[in-house]
């Protein structure tokens, strides 16, 4: 079992900027993927970055491509997500995601508990 805290979130304008953290409980942390989703009011839970178990490889939602940036630090179990130039867009329940593969959809074994992220106009 794989516990994953998210922190971070918050009130922004737009045009700023936010870093989500998440904290994973379960070593070897390097053996999973991580992903972020994100799930708006009155929509589905949609996908928003992912990274696989080494770092080498990155994948991004074309919404958040140059703007977003995901990394991780396996030595500290945490997978982090930088947000810039954010819009009001943006607003959502972020999510962290751990699995066995790297992938854009849902099919992910583990889930935080989600963290606001609120950006004003």
């Known amino acids: 079992q794989v516990q994953l805290v998210e922190s971070g979130g918050g009130l922004v304008q737009a045009g700023g900027s936010l870093t989500l953290s998440c904290a994973a409980s379960?070593?070897?942390?390097?053996?999973?993927?991580m992903g972020w989703f994100r799930q708006a009011p009155g929509k589905e839970r949609e996908f928003v970055a992912a990274i696989s178990w080494s770092g080498v490889r990155r994948y991004y939602a074309d919404s958040v491509k140059g703007r977003f940036t995901i990394s991780r630090d396996n030595a500290k179990n945490t997978v982090a997500l930088q947000m810039n130039s954010l819009k009001p867009e943006d607003t959502a329940v972020y999510y962290c995601?751990?699995?066995?593969?790297?992938?854009?959809?849902?099919?992910?074994?583990?889930w935080g508990q989600g963290t606001q992220v609120t950006v004003s106009s």
């Open positions: 379960r070593r070897p942390f390097s053996n999973y993927a």
């Open positions: 995601a751990a699995g066995p593969g790297f992938t854009t959809d849902l099919r992910y074994d583990y």
